[in-house]
């Protein structure tokens, strides 16, 4: 198929579970739609390596579900994954990332093979099946978070966790975004380490959260709440989480209000939820990562373009990347903000697809 | 301690040959412009002092630059890269020199940057747990200047003397990589050098900088897309409690067994080691650190964690040793003695002199439950061989280290043991596993890739080396088994004159 359509020059989208369609710069409509819907099998789980081998079509709550009989996990939980059938593909190509990021890092961080069709139609594959390899250059890595412009991946291996049968979180609120940051800040720096380590701030008030896994999570918990206390915060233990995470996830997606993801740093949250006051948004992050999720009410608005323009000013380096947002926004604001390497991006874009029919338009640059 | 020698074959000697008529004059102009760039002390070209880099830590391989270069900043790198580019001459970049796939053995014709004085920790940001270094500062050191309350966990043996610009080159492991991840999990940002001397920055000290993760790609590129020039790393708390535990078994088996219980129970070890009957008698020679010499392998597993994980899962991790028939059971009872039982485990290939005068460190990657027929197959080579075969495991991670003992003084065993090395090697990607897990390709292992890899795989690599690299200025004759040129993209098709000459093909 992605031979037939580089020699007639025809553009390519690849489209998993269609849960991140408006992610990107706005791009014609491409003449071919390749879904990986029919890809859609676990075709390893090999339970003693802690590796499975997944087609990029398989939703990953089947994964997930699949691998929780063994008491294990890939350790990526983005929004949508559990309920709204986002492929283990699509959340590779967008790297998108949930919670668990805090302890076991994104999807690049858990790839550890990748086998993708090249834009000539050519099979490549990169990595391997082990936990750990140094043959070869890490092409899975370049691949993952690509938006589908280098290729179509077709086949991953990721590396599993053990999933914790009990967990607790410690939750601290205050209106008071300083209070709530050195909270943050004396978890994400206490020898405790939680599995995930988020904030969400709205209207005025907000909480940090710290979940424990693992063998003795309740002990683990009660030390963190105790710091919490201590940096002025209301707090509450909460052992049936699961709702608890799965609203985390969901503020970092939104239907029709623009998000805009902030790369910070863990130690300006403060400043990062100052700067979400002052254009109306809300807020969710992962405290220690210094990531964070706005989101800006209004629409397609006008006043929405000038509130990321006054985000990006206001938080200017950090990087902020606009998500799902209506057509309108998209057209009027460059979603990716600033691209690092911009030349060197695009000779890598040119090798691998020189003909430019993988998603044309989509990354960065308009690549 | 007696400097363990390592093993020559056929294709070192020829390197070891080539070198007597390798002292070739480079351009004049080209050395000039270095010592324009460094000043004249930094640019060597003398033959004795040439010698210091000929090799890396994989000792067989030989070759002199023709020119050494020891840059002071990272313009001064620039301006060297570009002058190189100008007069199309390969360079090579260098740090310690610790690597064992001969990934910073120089170009014969080329010209060697020796990092060295690039050795400054610009930035200390523990707020926001980073740290920002030039290239040859010591893995160690980045731990001792984020300590006592942070560490930096990758932990190669060699980390003493092993720089992060190397680490980052090889996308170095160490023992605690099972569960803390590797060097390329550290990085967040580099300031790099292309071939065409182009600076660009990526990444930083924040995540998720927008456009494809270019900083994941250099991690683990030996070299071959460019030198780093800065580096931003993430460092993590220490945790509040560790607990390193012993158990000796009678056979390796036994102790493989006891890991894949380990694993199967959801228990994550910080680290989890096995050495053999061999590997114990060496490092107990030198470091005296109390194992017993008549069982047939350890395991050292630590935990690291709150003091009730740590207590819990010991308690797990004891029963499932005798579960697996333990002959006895050691737990460190302070830092010192944990210590000490680290410091055999770090020293088991140095102390490999005290039992064979010669040896051969192989590196390979198995999935770990292919642990037992692996070693059947080990025992058989080496029987099939007559050289005894050390092993020494990152068990959690399937990472093995056989080491191949000889005597390099009696005719041919050189040979016959790197091509036992080479077999073992073999056996472990026939089990779905790598030809390396932290050592790398470079030179040694590049013949090995076309056993990994197919055409396509290689033709996908390659078109990542020309996007960073058209001209394959950068550490070139590493990695890629044959080579190949880049040709232009986009554009019309043109001869390459290596090409006309039948010497190189196009992708």
Redesign the interface.
């Known amino acids: 198929m992605m031979r037939s359509a580089s020699a007639r020059q025809q553009s390519v989208r690849i489209r998993g579970g269609g849960t991140k369609l408006s992610w990107g710069r706005p791009t014609d409509l491409p003449d071919i739609e390749v879904s990986t819907e029919g890809l859609d099998q676990i075709v390893e789980h090999n339970e003693g390596d802690l590796t499975a081998v997944l087609q990029a079509g398989t939703p990953l709550a089947r994964v997930q579900e699949a691998l929780a009989e063994a008491d294990q996990m890939v350790a990526l939980d983005p929004p949508l994954g559990e309920t709204g059938g986002a492929t283990i593909g699509g959340v590779v190509s967008t790297a998108d990332s949930g919670p668990l990021r805090h302890r076991y890092g994104a999807a690049r961080d858990v790839i550890l093979g990748i086998t993708v069709v090249l834009s000539d139609g050519k099979i490549a594959k990169a990595g391997g099946k082990v936990i750990k390899n140094v043959a070869g250059y890490d092409l899975a890595k370049l691949f993952t978070g690509s938006y589908g412009t280098l290729g179509l991946i077709v086949e991953v291996v990721m590396r599993l966790h053990p999933r914790s049968r009990e967990t607790m979180t410690a939750v601290g609120g205050s209106d008071d975004p300083r209070a709530l940051g050195d909270a943050a800040s004396v978890v994400a720096h206490s020898p405790f380490g939680p599995e995930c380590l988020d904030v969400w701030w709205a209207e005025g008030q907000g909480e940090v959260l710290a979940r424990f896994g693992g063998a003795a999570p309740e002990a683990a918990a009660k030390e963190v709440a105790k710091l919490m206390e201590r940096a002025g915060l209301e707090t509450r233990m909460v052992a049936d989480d699961d709702a608890l995470w799965e609203r985390q996830r969901a503020r970092q997606r939104s239907s029709d209000d623009p998000i805009v993801r902030v790369s910070g740093l863990a130690a300006e949250l403060p400043r990062v939820v100052r700067s979400a006051e002052e254009v109306g948004a809300s807020l969710v992050g992962r405290a220690g990562l210094g990531l964070a999720w706005l989101t800006l009410a209004g629409g397609d608005g006008r006043e929405v373009v000038s509130g990321i323009e006054k985000l990006r000013r206001s938080l200017h380096p950090f990087p902020c990347v606009v998500f799902d947002a209506p057509q309108a926004v998209r057209e009027k604001v460059d979603v990716w903000g600033e691209a690092q390497a911009l030349s060197l991006t695009r000779r890598v874009k040119a090798r691998f697809d020189p003909d430019g029919i993988c998603n044309p338009g989509i990354f960065v640059g308009g690549i | 301690m007696p400097a363990p020698i390592t093993a020559t074959s056929d294709r070192c000697l020829a390197l070891v040959e080539r070198r007597v008529a390798s002292f070739v004059v480079i351009d004049a102009g080209l050395v000039e412009r270095l010592r324009a760039i460094s000043g004249h002390t930094h640019v060597l070209t003398d033959e004795h002092e040439l010698r210091t880099y000929e090799s890396d830590g994989l000792r067989h391989y030989r070759s002199p630059p023709a020119v050494a270069v020891l840059p002071g900043s990272t313009e001064e790198v620039r301006d060297i890269v570009r002058a190189c580019h100008e007069a199309k001459v390969p360079w090579v970049a260098r740090g310690a020199g610790t690597g064992l796939s001969g990934g910073a053995i120089p170009v014969e014709d080329g010209v060697l940057i020796v990092l060295t004085r690039l050795n400054r920790i610009l930035e200390v940001d ?5 740290v920002v270094v030039e290239p040859c500062v010591t893995n160690t050191a980045i731990s001792k200047a984020v300590g006592p ?2 560490f930096y966990p990758p932990d190669p043996s060699s980390q003493i003397v092993s720089t992060i610009g190397g680490n980052v080159a ?2 170095s ?1 160490g023992l605690h ?2 569960k803390y ?2 060097t ?2 550290y990085v967040t940002g580099l300031e790099i050098v ?1 071939s065409d001397g ?1 600076v ?4 930083g ?10 900083v ?2 250099f ?3 030996e070299g071959t897309l460019g030198v780093a020039t800065k580096v931003t790393l993430r460092v993590t ?4 409690a560790h607990q390193t535990m012993v158990g000796y078994f009678d056979s390796i088996e036994q102790a493989g067994r006891a890991v ?1 219980d380990i ?2 129970a ?3 070890p910080a680290a989890i080691e096995i050495m053999d009957k061999l590997t114990i008698e060496a490092t107990e020679h030198w470091t005296h650190a109390g194992y017993p010499l008549d069982v047939g392998a350890a395991l050292i597993v630590e935990l690291d ?5 740590c ?3 010991s308690a ?1 991790v004891m029963a499932i040793y005798e579960r697996n028939g333990t002959t006895s059971t050691r737990v460190a009872q302070d830092d010192d003695e944990r210590a000490l039982i680290w410091k055999a485990r770090k020293a088991a290939f140095a102390a490999m002199g005290y039992v064979s005068p010669y040896y051969y460190v192989q590196d390979g ?5 292919r642990l037992a027929e692996i070693l059947e197959q080990i025992d058989g080579l080496s029987e099939e061989y007559g050289f005894k075969v050390a092993n020494v495991f ?1 068990a959690g ?3 093995l280290h056989p080491l191949v003992c000889f005597d390099a003084r009696n005719p041919g065993e050189s040979e016959r043991a790197e091509e036992l090395a080479g077999r073992i090697v073999l056996a472990c990607v026939e089990a ?10 470079g030179l040694d ?1 590049k013949h090995l ?1 076309t056993d ?3 055409e ?6 390659q ?6 690299d058209p001209d394959q200025l950068a550490n070139p004759g590493k ?1 890629m088994p044959t080579p190949r040129l880049c040709g232009e ?2 554009g019309p098709y043109r001869k390459h004159p290596l090409e006309q000459a039948g010497v190189a093909e196009r992708l």
């Open positions: 523990l707020d926001n747990q980073r309350t942070h090889e996308n492991g990589c099972f991840g590797f390329t999990n292309l182009e660009v920055t990526v990444g000290k924040e995540l998720d900088h927008p456009g494809y993760d270019l994941g790609v991690v683990g590129s708390p220490e945790a509040a894949t694993v199967g959801g228990i994550v964690g709150s003091e009730a994980e207590e819990a899962r797990d990657v198995i999935p770990r439950t990152h991670d399937g990472n779905g596993g790598s030809i390396t897990g932290e050592h790398g390709v292992k890739m990994m890899f197919s396509h795989d290689l033709a996908a690599f078109r990542l080396r020309c996007a960073f990695v993209v986009p």
